[in-house]
């Protein structure tokens, strides 16, 4: 007996099924895929200006603390991150608001009105009225932040990630 050299229905079929299972798979796979590694792709950076309220609800020459949350969303975790700044009004026009994170190792500082500076009270640093170092281990001065005023409010850029 020889063989047929044509097609058997029972083959046609299979191949078929075949070639129409991969075409579906790779339409329904990449999306999936896509969607699985596209949290771990994003760049994690963000930016935005922060509304501290009307500029003179602070003092002139007291800094004044002011605290906001950010939230940030790393794939399908959710984080909310609290941080706090110094606003020290300088006079009518000049405003300097100041991270209150020490710059040596990232505790926070506390503005002590009777010494009129920042404490740091995890190494004894200790930081002028205008963020200056008084003495301390601190490498640098407390960060500061880029400001606005807007109708009357001040806003802080603030650089995440």
């Known amino acids: 007996?020889?063989?047929?050299?044509?097609?058997?229905?029972?083959?046609?079929?299979?191949?078929?099924?075949?070639?129409l299972?991969?075409?579906m798979g790779v339409v329904v796979g990449l999306p999936a895929i896509g969607y699985v590694l596209s949290p771990a792709l994003k760049k994690s950076t963000s930016e935005a200006w922060i509304p501290l309220g009307p500029l003179e609800t602070?003092?002139?020459?007291?800094?004044?603390?002011?605290?906001?949350?950010r939230t940030k969303?790393?794939?399908?975790?959710?984080?909310?991150?609290?941080?706090g700044v110094y606003v020290y009004r300088k006079n009518d026009s000049d405003t300097i608001v100041?991270?209150?994170?020490?710059?040596?190792?990232?505790?926070?500082?506390?503005?002590?009105e009777d010494l009129q500076e920042y404490l740091c009270p995890c190494h004894d640093a200790?930081?002028?009225?205008?963020?200056?170092?008084i003495s301390g281990p601190q490498p640098r001065p407390l960060d500061t932040y880029e400001t606005k005023i807007e109708e009357g409010n001040l806003f802080?850029?603030?650089v995440e990630g």
């Not at 007996?1 to 070639?19: A, C, E, W, Y």
């Not at 790393?74 to 609290?82: A, L």
């Not at 100041?98 to 002590?112: D, M």
């Not at 200790?126 to 170092?133: C, K």
Request: with cysteine; charged share 10%.
């Open 1 to 19: 007996m020889t063989k047929s050299p044509h097609l058997t229905r029972n083959n046609f079929v299979k191949g078929v099924v075949g070639v």
């Open 21 to 23: 299972g991969t075409i």
């Open 58 to 69: 602070y003092p002139i020459g007291v800094p004044a603390p002011f605290n906001f949350t």
């Open 73 to 83: 969303i790393n794939g399908w975790e959710k984080t909310v991150n609290s941080y």
């Open 98 to 112: 100041f991270s209150n994170v020490c710059t040596h190792l990232s505790c926070r500082v506390i503005w002590h």
């Open 126 to 133: 200790h930081f002028g009225p205008l963020g200056e170092i």
């Open 156 to 158: 802080i850029h603030f």
